[in-house]
């Protein structure tokens, strides 16, 4: 179950611009492999945003886990995700890394979890292995919102 209303023509939860079934929809469903870090972030970003966390657990490197599971994604309250906003991204062989900052709502108050993770390739796929905590950096009150509701910053979440 997800919590929000959403369909597959509906632009994709990662931001990129696509629809769901262009971008993350054939790796949630696993007709497709992420063909990078930045393309498995996103699908990742996209399986918490829709709550599909057996694909977080398929796709988090078996040796990183630490007793991860979905039951423990699961587990209320669960954050209102709002928005993602890649940082940078790289690739050197088998190893790669996205900074990124993934928006959302929990108890009324905005924040973000900023990391800058690793992932490596085993074989043709990519996994999620750590991350890196990052201090968040709020837009300033000008800026777009982080919602992609259109408003500006200040009129909107950050009221």
């Known amino acids: 179950m997800t919590n929000h209303n959403f369909e597959a023509t509906s632009l994709c939860p990662c931001c990129s611009g696509l629809s769901y079934q262009q971008c993350c929809q054939p790796l949630h469903l696993k007709t497709q492999i992420a063909q990078n870090p930045e393309q498995l972030m996103r699908s990742r970003f996209s399986a918490f945003y829709l709550n599909k966390f057996a ?17 423990s994604l699961a587990h209320e309250p669960l954050p209102h995700w709002l928005s993602l906003e890649v940082k940078s991204a790289s ?21 973000a979890i900023h990391e800058c993770s690793d992932f490596i390739k085993l074989g043709n796929e990519w996994f999620y292995t750590q991350g890196e905590q990052k201090a968040t950096v709020f837009p300033k009150r000008n800026d777009k919102c982080v919602c992609n509701s259109g408003k500006k910053f200040k009129q909107c979440c950050g009221q």
């Not at 694909?55 to 039951?71: F, M």
């Not at 690739?91 to 924040?111: I, P, R, S």
């Open 91 to 111: 690739e050197n062989g088998n190893l790669g890394h996205v900074t990124f900052q993934a928006w959302y709502q929990l108890d009324n108050e905005l924040d």
């Open 55 to 71: 694909y977080l657990i398929q796709t988090h490197h078996k040796d990183y886990l630490n007793g991860l599971t979905e039951q």
